[in-house]
């Protein structure tokens, strides 16, 4: 069954410091999204992404933040200056269809600890 | 945006059927009903989706009165390895985002 992937897992990074999240979405998807959970918390939207350009974006989603999808199959979120409150994990999700019916798939996340 | 409300937390025993009822009375007539899974330091995992009536598949089933203005996700014989967070969600007219709110934790106990 495909799957959504996405790497690294475990990202530790020290406050200041930029980090990559990588994401390969599930092949024949159109529309990516990123979303976060510290610890305990509700799954918060981040970004959506579809035909190369945001969708939504959430007020989390400041200018530290960007998303880029640079070749056909890899979509990454790029925090530009890590701070501690941005210790989360990561998940990244794909569908091929948006609209009321869709459904997300969602990859195992990347945990980011900001020290 | 259609809100969801549903109950924190629930607890139930192996081999019980579980019903989580989750209400969303601003429902839209396009809306579909969408349940996802959340295993801990896991992303969460669609189970099942319906519009209208009675879906069903191999992991649970899906209960809509004609009103749509509830539905319930019913787990049959549940085992421990059904403990988790279940999430209820109504899609956000318009905008391209899926919001989840705090879900419902349910505890299957020995």
């Known amino acids: 069954e495909p799957e959504v992937t996405q790497t690294p897992s475990h990202q530790v990074t020290q406050m200041g410091q930029e980090v990559i999240l990588r994401c390969v979405p599930i092949?024949?998807?159109?529309?990516f999204y990123w979303y976060r959970q510290i610890l305990g918390q509700k799954v918060e939207f981040l970004v959506s992404?579809?035909?190369?350009?945001?969708?939504?974006k959430s007020e989390i989603f400041d200018d530290q933040f960007s998303v880029e999808r640079p070749d056909g199959s890899n979509f990454t979120l790029k925090i530009r200056s890590t701070k501690l409150e941005d210790s989360a994990m990561y998940f990244c999700?794909?569908?091929?269809?948006?609209?009321?019916?869709?459904?997300?798939?969602f990859g195992s996340g990347t945990q980011l600890s900001v020290l | 945006l259609a809100k969801t409300t549903q109950p924190i937390s629930m607890d139930s025993y192996e081999g019980q059927e579980v019903n989580i009822t989750c209400s969303h009375n601003?429902?839209?007539?396009?809306?579909?009903i969408t349940w996802y899974q959340q295993f801990p330091s896991q992303g969460p995992r669609f189970i099942i989706q319906?519009?209208?009536t009675k879906v069903t598949n191999e992991v649970a089933s899906l209960f809509i009165p004609a009103d749509r203005k509830s539905s319930t996700l019913s787990l049959p014989r549940v085992s421990l390895s059904d403990t988790a967070v279940y999430y209820c969600l109504v899609p956000s007219t318009g905008g391209f985002k899926t919001i989840f709110g705090a879900g419902t934790r349910l505890f299957v106990k020995a």
């Open positions: 319906g519009y209208k």
């Open positions: 601003n429902i839209a007539t396009n809306d579909y």
């Open positions: 992404f579809y035909n190369n350009e945001i969708s939504e």
């Open positions: 999700a794909s569908s091929w269809v948006k609209g009321t019916n869709e459904k997300l798939f």
């Open positions: 092949s024949n998807h159109l529309y």
